[in-house]
């Protein structure tokens, strides 16, 4: 059956350290990956996305890679901050002609000052 | 910005009842969805909505129905509630970006059912 992991379900790091997070999926053969920010009692927020076409996609301190072959794609925060500190969702888009995407289950990242 | 509003942050229940909860989008986007999100389950998709009057069951819609009379609004009927959905409900639009659906969350209804 389908299925996507993040990882582990916590990270805790120190600030200005860089955070990475892992999202690995089977069975599926996404067009698209997708990683959304979401703080607690708060609807996700979406980040960015990457396409199967691309090794790598950056925006500000963000940076997300995407491994077809692997089946996994990478969530990078450099110079963590303390107001990094959420639950991150990676999202696979495509896995069927209709506009649904499936949602890992999250891990939640700690920045300690 | 993209708006996705629901009607109630918190709402309690008793079991048997028969609960609606809102959802209106600002956005004119053709898709709308409702998820209920758990701990250590993640989101879970319950029915979703390409347009109005369409309507297309997720992974877990036993329990539940929903309605789209007009494009902007969608919502998701518990007949008779159970204290197994007592849960967090977050309802979210998309629209086509490039080729790909990002999505758009409302702030979630966390539901008890006692």
């Known amino acids: 059956s389908q299925k996507i992991e993040q990882n582990s379900e916590a990270l805790n790091i120190q600030e200005g350290k860089t955070a990475t997070l892992t999202c690995n999926y089977t069975?599926?053969?996404?067009?698209?990956l997708q990683w959304y920010r979401q703080d607690p009692g708060r609807g996700p927020v979406f980040l960015l996305l990457i396409r199967e076409n691309e090794k790598e996609k950056r925006k500000e301190r963000l940076k997300v890679t995407f491994d077809t072959t692997l089946k996994q794609s990478l969530f990078h925060i450099t110079a963590s901050q303390p107001a990094d500190s959420a639950t991150y969702l990676c999202a696979l888009d495509g896995y069927s002609s209709a506009s649904k995407i499936i949602f890992g289950s999250g891990t939640r990242l700690s920045i300690r000052p | 910005d993209v708006k996705v509003t629901q009607s109630s942050r918190y709402l309690v229940k008793r079991t048997g009842e028969k609960v609606f909860l809102e959802c209106v989008q600002d956005?004119?986007?053709?898709?709308m969805f409702w998820y209920r999100q758990d701990p250590g389950l993640g989101l879970r998709l319950i029915y979703f909505s390409y347009d109005v009057k369409m309507k297309e069951k997720g992974d877990i819609p036993e329990g539940y129905s929903v309605s789209r009379e007009k494009k902007e609004r969608f919502s998701l009927i518990l007949e008779s509630a159970s204290t197994n959905q007592t849960s967090m409900y977050l309802c979210?639009?998309?629209?086509?970006?490039?080729?790909?659906?990002?999505?758009?969350f409302g702030p979630g209804t966390r539901l008890t059912v006692t």
């Open positions: 069975n599926y053969s996404p067009a698209y």
């Open positions: 956005m004119d986007h053709e898709n």
């Open positions: 979210a639009s998309s629209f086509l970006s490039g080729n790909s659906y990002e999505q758009y």
